[in-house]
């Protein structure tokens, strides 16, 4: 908008001129090429430049380019100025060293500086033909002339008997000639019919001259080349190799359909190639267009055809105006217009007994074929009577077939066939696959997860009680995620319910399942290919290539171990596939991050990391608050399995003990876990943000031995750190005691004592900054062994000497048992020494020595499970070092 507003401003003839050129560039497109000489000038004139090009009679016009024309408008013109009617299966080739090379729809001003500087020219050709009934045979003259030579002189093959044998071919060959050259003149034909009548004849006689040809790299299918050349023309398409061996030849009646897949901006388009004899996926320069020009050969001869293969029986003995006939059955076409086609009706003659009448359009599929299809073709058209039906078909080989009969006394006889993959609202009645019919159990659930929970999410299934998408995902999702068996079932569920489906509500909650679906597991190698090949078929609906992305990050890893989470169900049902989750801090600042299905804690651990610029990740974890725990995140999870598993424990906790449904909040926080190579000031971003407010409520509750001049000192940065520096807040000390002093030290001096003492040293720090001071308290704190420590107050069972309620601090060394009162430390218990432990709901409880003569520490506590996790941790840390360590001294050996 605002360069059309420029360009209005242009001096002389300018304005009109780049308007023009500006909307050329803007229909075709972007250029490959900077701007040739020829284009330069024909700025300065403001003119389009002219283009020759050759006709292969000899002519040769000129036609006016511009630097946006394409190779197809060139065409468009060569047509018009020659008056040619059709202009089907001509292209602009570019001659050039004896070599000659299509243009397809290039843009002319990329190749234009080819003639700067090659000696090329522009010619105008046909390339190929439309539609022809007979098929071509090998030439009979040389087959003769081959034979002749052998019969002759056997294998003696030399020159001169060549030259005789072609000599007695040739001279039989023209006196056939002059014979038919005579017929012609006596029945006076005009040479144009003549050469139209030569045009048939090539083209009968040898269609794969009149081809458009691809070289393409085959990514899949059944043929042994991995590279080749796809030769299309009217008769179908040939696969041939470098050498012109033919390798598969198809008729257009056997291919099934042609798609273009995408998956990237550098990987190139690709075509996806279905046909009766196999699936082909091919990459190439041209293979876009390769798919156009299939795409309108088939949707061609479709509208010519007049064959039709029926899909379903149709019995119409009280209706004689329509067509009876039974599925599989040949129906040839009559295209009289005495039925409506637009109203979905076409006469029709069912060519096993040669009756007709009017036949709906639904009930049968047109071959795209002009002759009579084989009894081979039509069998294998009705099974694969469109793509949708063939992906699930060949995709689910070992599925059960459609229940044939139903006991007669149960259901009526008028009952519909089961439509097995297509969209149906009916119950299944068994599972899809063959492999559940076996089991009971699982063949119950196959059929739970169908009727009761997957068409209710679809909206297909009448339901009065309103169920969460939460519940019904769980029901659906929790029986796959447990039972491998049951992953393909759940896949084919899903599809079968989006095939034929003209319910778009019920489409768009199918896909948010899929997508859910591909997210958790993804289905097994032989399903694996054509659930992909669903996808790449709807690449239009809006969760298709993300349902490939997730399919494909399915493969590379494990699945998932639980159903979705409420996160993922709620951000899906909202048309978001961008899952945002806040994580909080120490410091009571919080952030948001992007969390996808299949990113486990680690992977967000270090995302988190990088975010808030730490040095390192080491010794950082995740941990979920709820009301009244908070509990460690293990790295190897999947987050969200993570968040499930303990949202449903606590679910199930709280509802044993107030009964009835319930929900549970939490919150996530990013925390330092472990304490190792922590040096204040060292990391200052952590420090302000972990260290700092996770040791200060530890020293507030008393766990250090410290002096009276260390509380003082601290006091002082604390307060400078609460008021931010303001000396005007000095007379509010005591009013904040128990925010600056140990909670078992303020008796140890009175408050004015306190406030005496730490003014003075306040004012000894006038000019400290407050993250100076946070880092100075850390600096402090660090030359005490208590030092990140974690401390656990237990009543102990085991030790008569120890005190009923003890302490324990939990650090980098190990487990120290402590006196509560006095701090003394009563036992000290390095990692390597510790033989066992485990925990309970209200007890911890370990083994010091060997497993056999070694002491057992019992322990009552709530708590145990923190003191489980953070012992497992440090000990895993150090044994992570020694196999580094030990791998380390491997190699340098």
Request: proline share 5%; aromatic share 10%.
């Amino acid at each position: 908008m605002y360069l059309q507003s420029f360009i209005r401003f242009a001096p002389g003839g300018f304005p009109s001129y780049l308007a023009e050129r500006l909307r050329r560039t803007l229909m075709n497109g972007a250029r490959g090429e900077p701007p040739a000489w020829l284009e330069l000038q024909a700025t300065k004139t403001k003119k389009r430049m002219l283009v020759n090009v050759a006709l292969l009679d000899g002519r040769a016009i000129n036609l006016p380019v511009d630097s946006a024309s394409t190779s197809r408008e060139v065409c468009q013109l060569v047509s018009n100025k020659i008056k040619l009617r059709d202009a089907f299966g001509f292209s602009l080739y570019v001659a050039m060293y004896e070599k000659v090379r299509n243009l397809a729809s290039m843009l002319m001003m990329t190749i234009w500086r080819l003639v700067q500087v090659y000696p090329c020219f522009f010619c105008f050709r046909t390339e190929i033909f439309f539609f022809k009934q007979t098929f071509p045979q090998e030439d009979d003259l040389i087959q003769l002339a081959a034979k002749h030579l052998y019969i002759q002189h056997g294998s003696d093959n030399r020159p001169e008997n060549v030259k005789e044998t072609v000599r007695d071919c040739i001279k039989n060959s023209l006196i056939e000639a002059k014979s038919e050259a005579n017929s012609f003149l006596n029945n006076k034909q005009k040479p144009e019919l003549v050469k139209a009548e030569m045009v048939d004849y090539a083209r009968d006689k040898w269609p794969m001259f009149f081809s458009r040809f691809y070289e393409v790299t085959k990514l899949s299918g059944p043929v042994p080349k991995s590279k080749f050349i796809v030769a299309i023309n009217w008769t179908g398409i040939t696969f041939l190799d470098e050498r012109e061996k033919r390798l598969m030849e198809l008729s257009f009646p056997e291919v099934m359909g042609v798609n273009t897949i995408r998956e990237g901006k550098t990987s190139g388009p690709r075509i996806c190639l279905l046909t009766l004899k196999g699936d082909f996926i091919l990459s190439g320069a041209s293979v876009e267009d390769m798919a156009e020009l299939t795409t309108m050969f088939l949707s061609g001869l479709t509208e010519r055809s007049v064959y039709a293969v029926a899909l379903k029986d149709v019995n119409s003995q009280d209706d004689p105006t329509i067509l009876s006939f039974k599925k599989g059955e040949l129906i040839i076409l009559i295209k009289d217009d005495e039925f409506s086609k637009q109203r979905g009706w076409i006469k029709g003659q069912n060519s096993s007994n040669k009756k007709t009448g009017a036949v709906s359009t639904e009930a049968i599929h047109i071959l795209p074929t002009l002759s009579r299809p084989s009894n081979e073709i039509l069998v294998r058209r009705f099974h694969l009577n469109n793509f949708q039906q063939y992906l699930f078909l060949i995709s689910c080989l070992s599925c059960r077939q459609p229940t044939k009969d139903v006991n007669r006394q149960v259901i009526s006889r008028n009952a519909a066939p089961e439509r097995l993959w297509a969209h149906s609202r009916e119950p299944i009645r068994q599972p899809l696959h063959m492999k559940l019919l076996g089991t009971q159990d699982l063949s119950h659930k196959a059929c739970m997860a169908f009727t009761d929970i997957l068409c209710k999410y679809m909206g297909d299934y009448p339901t009065r009680q309103m169920q969460s998408p939460l519940e019904l995902t769980d029901q659906i999702f929790s029986p796959p995620t447990q039972s491998e068996a049951l992953r393909d079932e759940i896949y084919c569920q899903i599809m079968k319910q989006m095939t034929s489906n003209n319910n778009r509500f019920s489409i768009e909650q199918g896909w948010q399942l899929l997508w859910l679906c591909c997210g958790l597991f993804p289905p097994s190698q032989p399903l694996l290919k054509h659930t992909q090949k669903f996808l790449e078929s709807r690449r239009r609906e809006p969760l298709a290539s993300d349902c490939l992305q997730r399919l494909q990050s399915s493969l590379r890893s494990d699945p998932r171990k639980l159903p979705p989470h409420q996160v993922e169900v709620e951000a899906i049902q909202q048309n978001s596939t961008q899952i945002l989750h806040k994580v909080y801090f120490p410091n009571d600042t919080d952030e948001v991050f992007e969390v996808a299905t299949r990113t486990r804690i680690k992977d967000l651990i270090q995302t988190i990391s990088k975010r808030l610029q730490l040095a390192s990740a080491d010794g950082f974890s995740l941990f979920m608050k709820t009301q009244d725990k908070v509990l460690g995140l293990n790295e190897a999870d999947y987050f969200f399995d993570s968040l499930r598993q303990i949202t449903d424990w606590s679910k199930r906790a709280k509802r044993i003990k107030e009964g009835g449904p319930v929900n549970i909040s939490y919150h996530v926080f990013f925390m330092r876990k472990l304490w190792f190579n922590v040096v204040p000031g060292r990391d200052i971003k952590a420090d302000l943000i972990f260290h700092f407010p996770q040791e200060l409520p530890k020293y507030l509750r008393g766990y250090h031995v410290c002096t009276k001049e260390d509380m003082v000192n601290i006091a002082a940065m604390l307060f400078l750190v609460k008021v931010r520096g303001d000396k005007s807040q000095i007379a509010t000390i005591p009013k904040v005691l128990k925010e600056l002093v140990p909670a078992d030290q303020l008796k140890a001096m009175s408050e004015n004592e306190w406030k005496k003492n730490i003014i003075a040293a306040f004012n000894r720090r006038t000019n400290m900054k407050v993250d100076e001071a946070k880092i100075a308290f850390l600096k402090a704190v660090c030359r005490w062994p208590t030092f990140g420590c974690a401390f656990f107050e237990v009543k102990q069972t085991s030790e008569p000497d120890f005190p009923d309620i003890v302490r324990i601090a939990i650090s980098k060394t190990g487990l120290t048992i402590l006196h509560p009162k006095t701090k003394d430390v009563l036992a000290n218990h390095p990692y390597n020494k510790i033989a066992s432990w485990c925990s309970g709901s209200t007890y911890f409880h370990m083994t010091v020595g060997s497993l056999v003569k070694g002491n057992k520490f019992l322990c009552e506590t709530s708590l145990g499970y923190k003191m489980d996790d953070l012992i497992t941790s440090y000990v895993n840390m150090y044994l992570r070092e020694r196999t580094a360590q030990s791998r380390g001294h491997r190699y340098n050996m």
